[in-house]
């Protein structure tokens, strides 16, 4: 690999920040001696915007892309599982029970939504009763990813709220189209934007 006149201090720099994208603990660990962390967040600021020092960064996370195969595509997919999940796919309901369906036959994109499972069992004086539970992950986190992504959420939430602040009760229909909501006679609470 070429070396990108880097010396020896700079290059595990390179790789100590590629641990945890923490430049001040990266530069901490490779051997930078300093008095501060307040100095060595400084001098890691300068290492970072040094243009030999970021396409060595560059060149060693394409690599890892190109070793893991983890791209953008594929986060935001994970995302976007989670994001469009329905409880009711994990989950069988039978009138007043409920029960947790086969994960043999649970699709990828539907357990990678489950945070865990967990079982509990009380044993009482009347037998023993088994309690499970399912959490999933965090839909609004995820949505709230995807629309940064996906550039969704900022230009529009930001012309919902100033309209909001001058007075206009401001939804959204079903395709993503803001309507005053005193001009529709049955309003929905879901599609109101936030």
């Known amino acids: 690999m070429p070396d990108f006149g880097l010396n020896d201090r700079q290059k595990r720099f390179c790789l100590e920040y590629l641990v945890d994208l923490n430049a001040t603990q990266a530069y901490m660990r490779s051997g ?77 994109e539907v ?7 967990s079982t509990s069992v009380n044993t009482s004086k009347k037998g023993e009763s088994r309690k499970v539970s399912i959490k999933m992950h965090d839909k609004l986190k995820a949505l709230d990813m995807l629309a940064r992504h996906t550039g969704i959420s900022s230009d529009f939430n930001q012309c919902v709220a100033g309209l909001r602040r001058y007075g206009f009760n401001v939804g959204v229909d079903e395709n993503g189209k803001p309507f005053l909501l005193e001009e529709r006679e049955e309003i929905d609470h879901s599609s109101i934007a936030s």
């Open 32 to 108: 930078y001696e300093t008095s501060t962390e307040d100095i060595a967040a400084s001098c890691a600021w300068e290492l970072l915007r040094n243009p030999k020092v970021q396409s060595y960064v560059q060149k060693l996370m394409d690599e890892r892309v190109a070793r893991t195969g983890i791209t953008v595509d594929r986060i935001l997919k994970e995302y976007a599982a989670i994001a469009f999940s329905d409880i009711t796919d994990a989950i069988e309901f039978n009138g007043n029970e409920s029960s947790l369906k086969d994960s043999e036959s649970l699709p990828k």
């Open 111 to 117: 357990s990678c939504a489950i945070a865990s499972v």
